[in-house]
């Protein structure tokens, strides 16, 4: 689906809807590693970021200025810090955030972290507590927390009221109060989408595959259908997640973005398809047929959720972007790709006040 295109529904056949569903807000997700994006091999940062705070430690600063120049705001309640987007913490009858590993009650190596998603190494009562605590410290503890088992899909919930069971997903769109939709991530790309003027919001999980899939693409087209938002209207904030720094992917992954997005080469760091010529490979000393395979190339996943937003229509200033690397800061973040099994889960989360 070209990004200049009209949308249909065709491109939105993966979207369920659910009106009269129970609440599961306390009902386990378990993350599989067999569905995940962080199943590769944990390479080497190339390059150390530090946090962008004030001189009071006050804000996180976004990414660059050609993609936002506001700060993020660092709310600290009980050990915990959780991240903010300003423009949206302005509106009134919005909650969002965006956690950090601090505080909580999982012991993770010696240390007391935030682990807000079901993992093997943490007990359920743990995680329970650390949500508790994580929707007490927004203001949401009256909202229905929703997460998703994410699948690195392109399904799209859009909820009318909280389901019985976690659904099978990997975004999350309503216009309902009470609701807190929630994505999980450990690397990958955690969205947040409000329309300020039609009151509708949506979360969406975005790795290497649901990027490939336009999945923020598809859910601002949800919203377009179901509530009549316009995308310049349409507020995103774009979470801490793995850099172009440290997201090493294979010349495979480069080539199925290179089929899909004419712009592709500009979000890997040395676009590389493993179909370029050699005009001299008697220098390896390997003979015909047992070439070494192409070089890994670095990937920035949100440069390119943020570029699709842009085709989708929002406006630069309306989308704002935290420069953290999941990978460089450890100290503050999970990362699936540098601690394996024994890593947290993060969490965003973004819904409207009754």
């Known amino acids: 689906m070209a990004l200049d295109r009209p949308l249909d529904t065709l491109h939105f056949r993966n979207v369920h809807a659910h009106s009269n569903d129970q609440d599961a807000s306390s009902a386990p997700v378990f993350c599989l590693a067999a569905d995940s994006d962080y199943t590769v091999r944990v390479v080497a940062p190339t390059k150390t970021l530090t946090s962008k705070r004030s001189s009071r430690g006050q804000t996180f600063l976004s990414a660059s200025s050609s993609r936002s120049s ?39 190596n010696g240390e007391k972290v935030l682990n807000l998603g079901f993992t093997e190494w943490d007990s359920k009562e743990s995680v329970l507590e650390n949500r508790r605590r994580f929707q007490s410290a927004l203001g949401a503890t009256d909202l229905k927390l929703i997460s998703l088992k994410q699948i690195h899909s392109d399904v799209i919930h859009l909820f009318d009221a909280a389901p019985a069971e976690p659904c099978r997903g990997d975004a999350s769109v309503t216009n309902r109060s009470g609701l807190l939709l929630a994505v999980q991530t450990a690397d990958c790309v955690p969205i947040l989408l409000v329309d300020p003027k039609k009151h509708a919001v949506a979360a969406v999980h975005a790795g290497w595959r649901g990027t490939l899939q336009r999945i923020v693409v598809k859910a601002i087209g949800q919203m377009q259908m179901q509530f009549k938002s316009k ?17 090493e992917v294979g010349s495979e992954v480069a080539t199925q973005f ?19 010529p050699n005009p001299i490979q008697w220098l390896n000393m390997m003979p015909p047929g047992h070439q070494p395979p192409p070089k890994n190339v670095l990937l920035d996943l949100r440069k390119a959720n943020r570029g699709q937003l842009l ?9 704002f972007v935290s420069d953290l690397c999941t990978a460089c800061r450890r100290d503050l973040l999970f990362s699936y790709r540098k601690e394996g099994a024994q890593s947290g889960r993060l969490m965003s989360v973004i819904g409207m006040l009754t």
């Open 70 to 108: 506001s700060d993020w705001i660092e709310r600290k309640v009980r050990g915990m810090q959780i991240l903010l987007v300003p423009a949206l913490a302005k509106l009134p009858w919005l909650v969002h955030g965006f956690s950090t590993r601090p505080g909580g009650v999982s012991l993770l």
């Open 231 to 247: 995308p310049a209207d349409l507020l995103a904030g774009i979470g801490p997640s793995i850099g172009g720094c440290c997201y």
């Open 258 to 276: 290179q089929s899909q997005f004419a712009e592709a080469p500009e979000w890997f760091d040395e676009f590389r398809t493993g179909d370029e």
């Open 311 to 319: 085709g989708a229509g929002l406006r630069a200033p309306n989308i």
